[in-house]
């Protein structure tokens, strides 16, 4: 079983662009979005909402800086600061090359820092290597899906 | 005048015996004693308090013999005050001790057998009730009520054709009674009255000093008939100045001339602040011993307050050689401290009755009540001037917005407020000077002394201020007297007043150097020619009104410097956030802004491969302009934010190699040199230090521009150089494309200003703004110079310590 990729992103087009760009990345693991930090949490830490849901850490969390109720900071400090899910490969992805949010990310102990580009290409390009480096590369290969059946997309 | 060298004054004793009187003289300190008729004969003891050399002036031998006394005479006299006990009177009266407990005579001058025809040994022992019974049978009665100190004048006394005017005084149980011969037996003092009140009225209603001095002068000359009378003024070290004279033509005029401290001692200065008279109506006069019973024989009289008491043969000398063989000293006292002399002389031998004497010493103290409360009025009326310069300077800080300007341009009250002939101001080190200075590496070394010898004085004064700095002697011209506050210790800031020196040529009365002749024996001065002695490295005084108003003007300038900390906290605090704004509002922008941007071209990408587009060409270019349009307004909003940072972040400096760089860049603008011809000429760029992903951005922003400018020349020649000047280091970028117009310089380097056409050339137009301020941030510079189709070259530069 593939591992699960975690996408928590709150603007619905940036949300939509990224799926588009995982779909033609080719990925054969499911994603999971969430739509702001406090739902991430609790569906990565089993709480809340998912309290009880099976433990399965995701290949690699894509998370957007600026979110509602608990922002991509906060969600990579908590993720980070605990022995049980520090091992999880965490992306910002952030709209800025803002200097202060990138320092206190790599403080933070983020694994990479992908400023989204304006061209769509240089976008889907991005994703694509992302997809790939973490949930393909990072992992023993898992075969690929074949094109024509959908990528599948659960939220949380 | 009284005139004594306190060193080397001779007094005379007489040293008495039963039958004859061997007349001796006697040092005056260390009592070492000569025969009477060498009294020019040297010898040595230590120098005493009341030799003091002028300042600024050096004593060469006479150091040299202080030296030489020292080492050869013990010190033991010198705390006598000798000129106290002469054992002697003049000879225009006699004296006579008296027991107050028993009435015996138990002193008595050895002229007393001229006057009463009772031979000196005689009458000691005797009553002296019987003694006088003859001639003045009320003296005893008259004699209970004088009380110690106290000079009582008596009844006049007449023996045989002489008539006696009579003083009496106390020493401890010794009654000293003088008789003084008179010459006029008519006139009294109740006949001088007419004569005391206009004297009175005049010297009330005199307007000026000199005035004042003159009327004085005029008035004591008419009631005591000498030739001269001059009014004499001690400075602060008891030098002299001749401020006011009154004379006939018999004796030459001293008026505004100086006398060196050392002509009036400090003992005699002691004796003038008891007995305000002095009265010496004969140089020439052969001194009379004072004879006295064994008891009192060893321990010499105290003639303190002796009116016929005798003086220093050196005196004597002295008033021989100014041809006034009389003359009288009357003392002025201001608030108990000795201000001057009313020094008077005559050509001839003269006396003064008592009781005109006692009519001048009134006036001198109505006089000395004149200089005082005149000196205290013109005193608080400078104070009122100096208070309103004091204001009007506090006016002009409070314009400014650095007091230092409200001093600096307006030089007049700055150095009127001292009276200074220039004044500086030091500010954290700053240095900033008006007037006449010393240069400003004089100035701090002034201050870098003042901040450590002086560090605990908010007011440093002085008239010689190489006295305390040497180095500053080289310095006197400007700066022979500082006046200095401190405005802040912390910041080693001050104001200072700088006072030329005085080479001021001062009429010295008798050259202080001058006091032995050149055989090198002591003799007294045979010349009282005006002798110049300049005043080497001193600056006139700094008066007390002055001094006050300054210190008032240095509490000014440090509630303004306070006021100013508050606001400048103020301020501080204001800019702190309205950066923070700056910096949270540039932050929503490079996020919120950036997106819908990213959005239309991510969805304009998914429609163009919709398949209703696939073949429609009008479509699919909407489709592009939309994406293209998006792109350049994303790139816009990036390089502003870019631009925006540059002037924000912190600089991170290292040095760089700049070849290095311009060789990264070129390979990231290598997709804008295809099918390009491009001679490249690139220099030995070295080193700088600096941020380098700024310098990055300059180089690629320069570069870039190169590229695309010259993108019309079949050969483009594009040239990066480097060049070091004085004080700088010039990078340059020049090429041989279009150019520009060197009339709209001004807007190359601003923010979205363009020169061009966006269809000829493309760009944001925020890549030379942001050279420029990334130029400033180095502490640099950014320029440019070019011919409308004829190339450019844009300089870079940063200051050559970033090397």
Redesign the interface.
């Known amino acids: 079983m593939l591992k699960k990729l975690l996408l928590v992103e709150d603007n619905p087009k940036d949300l939509e662009l990224t799926l588009v760009a995982l779909e033609r990345s080719l990925l054969a693991n499911e994603v999971v979005t969430a739509r702001d930090g406090v739902e991430a949490i609790d569906w990565l830490f089993c709480e809340g909402a998912h309290a009880g849901r099976d433990r399965e850490d995701p290949a690699v969390v894509l998370l957007d800086l600026k979110l509602p109720r608990m922002d991509g900071l906060e969600v990579l400090a908590k993720i980070k600061g605990d022995p049980a899910t520090r091992h999880i490969p965490v992306v910002m992805l952030t709209a800025s090359r803002e200097e202060a949010d990138l320092v206190r990310s790599y403080d933070l102990g983020v694994n990479a820092f992908v400023v989204k580009p304006v061209d769509f290409q240089d976008f889907f390009k991005a994703i694509r290597d992302l997809g790939m480096f973490w949930a393909v590369l990072n992992e023993p290969h898992p075969g690929r899906r074949p094109p024509d059946v959908p990528m599948k997309v659960t939220e949380v | 005048m009284s005139k004594h060298r306190a060193c080397r004054a001779i007094s005379h004793r007489a040293v008495s015996s039963h039958s004859s009187f061997d007349f001796r003289l006697f040092c005056r300190y260390c009592l070492t004693s000569f025969p009477s008729y060498m009294p020019n004969e040297s010898h040595s003891h230590p120098p005493h308090g009341g030799l003091q050399a002028p300042p600024g002036l050096t004593l060469a031998d006479d150091e040299a013999l202080a030296i030489r006394l020292q080492a050869d005479a013990p010190a033991m006299a010198c705390e006598h005050e000798p000129i106290r006990i002469p054992e002697s009177i003049q000879p225009h009266g006699f004296l006579v001790g008296i027991d107050s407990r028993d009435w015996t005579v138990r002193r008595v001058s050895a002229n007393l057998v001229d006057h009463l025809n009772v031979q000196a040994e005689a009458a000691l022992g005797q009553s002296a009730i019987a003694l006088f019974a003859s001639c003045a049978p009320e003296l005893a009665t008259e004699l209970k009520n004088v009380v110690l100190h106290d000079l009582a004048l008596l009844q006049p006394v007449t023996v045989g054709d002489n008539i006696y005017n009579v003083t009496a005084h106390r020493v401890r149980d010794l009654m000293v009674v003088e008789f003084e011969l008179r010459d006029d037996a008519r006139s009294s003092l109740d006949s001088l009255y007419p004569q005391i009140r206009a004297a009175v009225e005049d010297i009330q209603a005199a307007e000026t000093p000199e005035h004042l001095f003159r009327i004085a002068g005029m008035h004591i000359r008419l009631l005591t008939g000498f030739d001269r009378v001059l009014i004499y003024r001690f400075d602060a070290q008891w030098n002299g100045q001749v401020v006011g004279e009154e004379r006939n033509d018999a004796l030459p005029s001293y008026f505004d001339l100086r006398f060196p401290a050392s002509d009036i001692p400090a003992q005699a200065r002691e004796l003038y602040l008891l007995n305000r008279i002095r009265i010496i109506p004969d140089a020439d006069y052969v001194p009379v011993p004072i004879v006295s019973d064994e008891a009192l024989r060893a321990e010499p009289l105290d003639m303190t307050y002796c009116v016929l008491r005798s003086v220093s043969p050196v005196h004597l000398q002295y008033m021989r050689n100014m041809g006034t063989p009389a003359s009288m000293s009357i003392s002025i006292l201001r608030d108990g401290k000795l201000w001057g002399l009313v020094s008077c002389h005559h050509s001839t031998s003269r006396r003064v009755p008592t009781h005109v004497r006692a009519a001048c010493d009134f006036l001198v103290q109505i006089l000395a009540m004149q200089i005082a409360n005149r000196d205290r009025s013109a005193d608080s009326a400078d104070r009122v001037e100096r208070q309103h310069t004091h204001a009007t300077l506090l006016g002009y800080m409070a314009r400014e917005q650095h007091y230092v300007d409200g001093l600096l341009r307006h030089p007049e009250p700055f150095l009127g407020i001292a009276d200074a002939a220039g004044a500086a101001v030091v500010v954290e080190g700053q240095c900033a000077a008006v007037g006449g200075t010393p240069t400003k590496a004089q100035i701090a070394d002034l201050v870098q002394w003042l901040g450590t010898a002086r560090s605990d004085d908010e007011l440093y004064v002085t008239d010689c201020l190489s006295r305390d700095l040497p180095m500053a002697a080289d310095w006197a011209e400007t700066a022979s007297g500082l006046l200095a506050v401190s405005i802040s210790q912390i910041h080693r800031s001050y104001v200072l007043w700088f006072r030329p020196e005085v080479t001021r040529t001062v009429n010295w009365g008798g050259n202080p150097r001058k006091s032995r002749d050149t055989t090198g024996k002591l003799s007294p001065r045979v010349s009282f020619d005006t002798w110049k002695e300049t005043v080497r490295l001193q600056s006139e005084p700094w008066t007390e009104p002055q001094i006050d108003t300054v210190l008032a003007l240095r509490n000014s300038i440090i509630s303004i410097v306070m006021r100013n900390a508050e606001e400048l906290a103020d301020l501080a605090g204001e800019l702190k956030r309205i950066n923070a704004e700056l910096e949270a509002f540039s ?1 929503s922008v ?3 802004l ?2 819908p ?3 239309i ?6 429609l163009r491969e919709m398949p209703a587009l696939t073949n429609d060409k009008q479509a699919e270019r909407y489709v592009s302009t939309i ?1 293209e349009s ?2 350049t307004a ?2 816009l909003v ?1 390089g502003l ?1 870019g631009f925006s ?1 540059t002037g924000r ?1 912190s600089l991170s400096k290292r040095p760089v190699q700049i070849n290095d760089l311009v060789r990264d860049c070129l390979r990231v603008l290598e997709p804008d040199m295809k099918d390009r011809v491009i001679e490249w000429t690139i220099g030995d760029l070295g080193r700088a230090v600096g941020d380098a992903n700024m310098f990055r951005q300059v180089f690629q922003n320069l570069l870039s521009n190169a590229i695309k400018y010259s993108r019309t020349r079949e050969v483009a020649k594009i040239a990066v150089l480097r060049e070091t000047t004085a004080n700088e280091i010039v990078f340059s970028v020049s090429d041989n494309g279009v150019g520009f117009d060197m009339r709209y310089i001004d807007k190359l380097f601003g923010v979205f200003q363009r020169l061009h056409r966006m269809e000829e050339f493309e760009g944001t137009g925020i890549g030379l703004a942001n050279v420029k301020r990334i130029a400033q941030r180095h502490g640099g510079r950014a320029w440019a110079e070019g011919r409308l189709g004829d190339g450019a070259t844009f300089y870079f530069s940063i200051p050559k310590n970033s090397e």
């Open positions: 932050y490079s996020h919120d950036r997106a941007f990213r959005h071209v991510g969805y304009a990408e998914l994406i998006a792109h994303g790139k990036d934010l940072q972040i």
